[in-house]
Antibody, heavy 119, light 108 residues
Framework: EVQLVESGGGLVQPGGSLRLSCAAS????????MSWVRQAPGKGLEWISY????????YYADSVKGRFTISRDNAKNSLYLQMNSLRDEDTAVFYC????????????WGQGTLVTVSS | DIQMTQSPSSLSASVGDRVTITCRAS??????LNWYQQKPGKAPKLLIY???SLQSGVPSTFSGSGSGTDFTLTISSLQPEDFATYYC??????????FGQGTRLEIK
């Protein structure tokens, strides 16, 4: 069974940093591209970052470029998101997501971890 | 960036109704269009990929169609568990992946 389990969320002050982790199991992690998608309270889905299976391709949404860093450790079946210079508007549930197939659909999602940026 | 616009933003319907949700892309995306269902407090779930392919395990009451800029998600006979928010997502021109704003399907 495919499982994606996020951790690392919590309350942080504006300007602070947080590192999210996603532990993957039930599939060959090193064969799949991964993404982070967030959802602000009461709002829609926002893609924020993508990393290919070998980490050779990495992309960010303009809203987080220069502040967030995505990475992965295929030996540990883990995906990470380092978030720096956090702002109030970064408050959201962050989902770890598996990207699948030619059409780049997101076929598995984690349960989400809440990041709250507030003083 | 490609913008995705869903209509309607919200919809009330009854169990057994046939429902159609529309998604329009700001430019042609071929069939690089995916649909998701999200229930309150839960992660999204993939329903349809490549505009019309049903994800494994998804009931056949769900179907998708379209290509180019105009797409539809149809639920042929609404079940109680289908009341949720639905999102379209394009993957033709990435980055960025972009989602529609969502369509909230409520019980009438």
């Amino acid at each position: 069974e495919v499982q994606l389990v996020e951790s690392g969320g919590g309350l942080v002050q504006p300007g602070g940093s947080l590192r999210l982790s996603c532990a993957a199991s039930g599939f060959t992690f090193s064969s799949y591209s991964m993404s982070w998608v967030r959802q602000a309270p009461g709002k829609g889905l926002e893609w924020i970052s993508y990393i290919s299976s070998s980490s050779s391709s990495i992309y960010y949404a303009d809203s987080v470029k220069g502040r967030f860093t995505i990475s992965r450790d295929n030996a540990k079946n883990s995906l990470y998101l380092q978030m720096n210079s956090l702002r109030d508007e970064d408050t959201a549930v962050f989902y770890c997501a598996r990207v699948s197939g030619w059409y780049q659909s997101i076929d598995y999602w984690g349960q989400g971890t809440l990041v709250t940026v507030s003083s | 960036d490609i913008q995705m616009t869903q209509s309607p933003s919200s919809l009330s319907a009854s169990v057994g109704d046939r429902v159609t949700i529309t998604c329009r892309a700001s430019q042609s995306i071929s069939t690089y269009l995916n649909w998701y269902q999200q229930k309150p407090g839960k992660a999204p779930k993939l329903l349809i990929y490549a505009a019309s392919s049903l994800q494994s395990g998804v009931p056949s009451t769900f179907s998708g169609s379209g290509s180019g800029t105009d797409f539809t998600l149809t639920i042929s006979s609404l079940q109680p568990e289908d009341f949720a928010t639905y999102y379209c997502q394009q993957s033709y021109s990435t980055p960025p992946i972009t989602f529609g704003q969502g369509t909230r399907l409520e019980i009438k």
